[in-house]
């Protein structure tokens, strides 16, 4: 009977055992081989890609924005997302239609919510056009290499993704018995006291499972980036990829960038997963 169940469970998942071996499996290991191959000769293993990159001054711009711009990014999710689920969480007349209101940014495909922020911030866009009315001048918002594109590329990219932020957390805040809530202010926590003492303790599991979700996505950041400000303006290490790529052809040194990538995913996220096993 047990080698009968045991038969049936292999065949149920075969299936996706397949689509494992064929769409994730293989593709990594080729990239793997692809990375420490050598462009010229194909000799394996070679270190040819990654000297090639190391010598790129892109490349440590794109490996020091991928870890500044997730870090930011991730930071302004957090307190966005906070605030709004504190402050809808809030009885008050017509609160579920803000709360719709909220979450349209991420409801929008990507393509089309980054469309709009080029319309928004562009040379003679939206934002420039109310600056100029107001009486100031108009700004280069998108212009590579400085430190006003970079903090619009972490805007845009927070403004997408905050609604996932605020939707685990206004869903932990809902599980936090009143009888908590009634015997804080009982005992004089109220305001900044309550939230400090008793609502950011029982959202701690949350917080940390909104950290490693749009932590991890934050790390392997693409579409913003480049569609904000293209492969030069605020690179990362996938842009970069895709730059050598597109651009050289070069397959070796783009899949040594994104071995590089997934390495530091994983260094980077390794602790926040110790963080949130341990007891």
Known sequence: MMARVSVSSW????????????????????????????????????????????????????????????????????????????????????????????????????IVFLTMMRYLFAPRGYVNAALVAAGAGPLDWLLPGRWLTFVVVVIADAWHVTPVVFLLLLAALTTIPEEVTEAAQLDGARGLRRLLFITLPLLTPALIAAVLLRGLDALRTFATPLVLTGVEGVPVLSTYAFHQWSDYGNDGAAAAAAVLLALLSVALTLPLLRRRVGP
């Not at 397949?18 to 462009?39: H, M, N």
């Open 11 to 110: 065949l149920l998942a075969t299936p996706l055992l397949l689509y494992c071996l064929v769409f994730l499996a293989y593709p990594t290991l080729y990239a793997i081989r692809l990375a420490f191959s050598d462009p010229h000769t194909a000799a394996f293993p070679s270190t040819a890609n990654f000297q090639l990159i190391w010598n790129d001054a892109l490349f440590w711009r794109a490996l020091r924005n991928n870890v500044i711009l997730p870090a930011a990014s991730v930071a302004v999710e957090l307190l966005g997302g906070l605030a709004l689920a504190l402050l809808l969480a809030a009885r008050f007349p017509g609160r579920r239609y803000v709360r719709a209101v909220v979450v349209i940014p991420f409801a929008l495909p990507e």
